[in-house]
Antibody, heavy 114, light 106 residues
C-alpha cells in the first residue's frame, strides 16, 4: 500500500524558514516524480513544485521560485521542501503527491504569522 | 500558463441525480487531465486519470470524457458520500494548474 506521510509543519514568523519532509513507503520511491501541492484555508488546490525521479529536474510555481527548494533522498525514500523567506500568504496545508499525481499524503499545516 | 476554467463553482443536487462538471483548458492539453474529489479536512483523492480512465477502486458511477480543451466529469447517480468538492488538474505543462473547484451540495 502506498503511504506518504508529511511532517515538519508548524508556526513560523514572516521571513522565517521551515523544512517539510514526506516519508514514502509501499512503492519504489526512486522511480516516481514527486510533487508538493498546497491549499490555503478555505481555498483551492495550488501546485507548488515537482522533482524528477532521479532528482535532476526541478520545477516551481512562480509564487515560490527563489524561496522554496524541492529535493529528495532516494536512499531514505524521503521528499523535502525547504521553505525560506516565508510570507503570510504561504500559510496552507502542504501535501506531497506521487506521479501525475495519483497518491497523496494527509498534509501538514504551515502557518506563517507573527 | 494554462488556465483551467471549471464550472459550475457550486452545484445543488439530490441523491440519485446525474451531474456533470466541466473544465476548459486555455490551450490544448491532449488528455493530460485528472479529476479529484476532496472532502473537508481530507486529502484529495484521484477519481479519473488521463481524462477518461477510472482510478482503481473508484465506483463506476464516476466517468470522465474529453480531450484537447474540453473535459467533463459525470456522476451518473449521486450517492450521499459523493457530496464533496471536485477539482480538475492539467499536467500537460508547467506550471501544473487546477480548476477552481466545484462544491457539490445537497
Amino acid at each position: 500500500e502506498v503511504q506518504l506521510v508529511e511532517s515538519g509543519g508548524g508556526l513560523v514568523q514572516p521571513g522565517g524558514s521551515l523544512r517539510l519532509s514526506c516519508a514514502a513507503s509501499g512503492f519504489t520511491f526512486g522511480s516516481h516524480w514527486m510533487h508538493w501541492v498546497r491549499q490555503a484555508p478555505g481555498k483551492g488546490l495550488v501546485w507548488v513544485s515537482r522533482i524528477s525521479a532521479d532528482g535532476r529536474f526541478t520545477d516551481y510555481a512562480d509564487s515560490v521560485k527563489g524561496r522554496f527548494t524541492i529535493s529528495r533522498d532516494n536512499a531514505k525514500n524521503t521528499l523535502y521542501l525547504q521553505m525560506n523567506s516565508l510570507r503570510a500568504e504561504d500559510t496552507a496545508v502542504y501535501y506531497c503527491a506521487r506521479g501525475s499525481p495519483g497518491d497523496w499524503g494527509q498534509g501538514t499545516l504551515v502557518t506563517v504569522s507573527s | 500558463d494554462i488556465q483551467m476554467t471549471q464550472s459550475p463553482s457550486s452545484l445543488s443536487a439530490s441523491v440519485g441525480d446525474r451531474v456533470t462538471i466541466t473544465c476548459r483548458a486555455s490551450q490544448d492539453i491532449r488528455n493530460d487531465l485528472g479529476w479529484y474529489q476532496q472532502k473537508p479536512g481530507k486529502a484529495p483523492k484521484r477519481l479519473i486519470y488521463g481524462a477518461s480512465s477510472l482510478q482503481s477502486g473508484v465506483p463506476s458511477r464516476f466517468s470522465g470524457s474529453g480531450s484537447g480543451t474540453e473535459f467533463t466529469l459525470t456522476i451518473s447517480s449521486l450517492q450521499p458520500e459523493d457530496f464533496a468538492t471536485y477539482y480538475c488538474l492539467q499536467f500537460n505543462s508547467s506550471p501544473l494548474t487546477f480548476g477552481g473547484g466545484t462544491k457539490l451540495e445537497i
